[in-house]
């Protein structure tokens, strides 16, 4: 009876000692299947700040073209407002230069 306890005994250490040891695998696994996704989850996060990065870049790019484009729009007015007013006075100003000759 007490070899029997002892061999119940012993039995029962080593199945335990396999539960142990599949545990450990469990638990090696699951670290591993936790590393690669979280490394998965950085790479996915990267990849979408970086689009969006661009995105912005981009946008803030077209604005400060349609900003430049703007102001060019408004200096070619300026200019031609400037034309029209001097070609308008051109003829004012000869006509004084005439009266100021004779």
């Known amino acids: 009876?007490?070899?029997?306890?002892i061999r119940t005994?012993?039995?029962t250490e080593?199945?335990?000692e396999g539960i142990i040891k599949k545990a450990d695998a469990a638990c090696t696994e699951?670290?591993?299947?936790?590393?690669a996704e979280a490394a998965e989850m950085v790479?996915?996060?990267?990849?979408?700040?970086?689009?969006?990065a661009a995105a912005a870049l981009e946008a803030a790019?077209?604005?400060?073209?349609?900003?430049?484009q703007e102001a060019m729009d408004s200096v070619e007015k300026e200019i031609e407002t400037l034309k029209k007013d001097?070609?308008?006075?051109e003829s004012e100003?000869?006509?004084a230069v005439i009266e100021e000759l004779v």
């Open 1 to 5: 009876m007490v070899e029997e306890t």
């Open 9 to 11: 005994i012993k039995e």
């Open 14 to 16: 080593n199945e335990a």
């Open 30 to 35: 699951i670290l591993d299947n936790a590393k």
């Open 43 to 52: 790479g996915r996060a990267e990849a979408e700040a970086k689009s969006e």
């Open 61 to 68: 790019k077209e604005a400060g073209r349609k900003s430049e």
């Open 86 to 89: 001097a070609l308008a006075k």
């Open 93 to 95: 100003v000869v006509s």
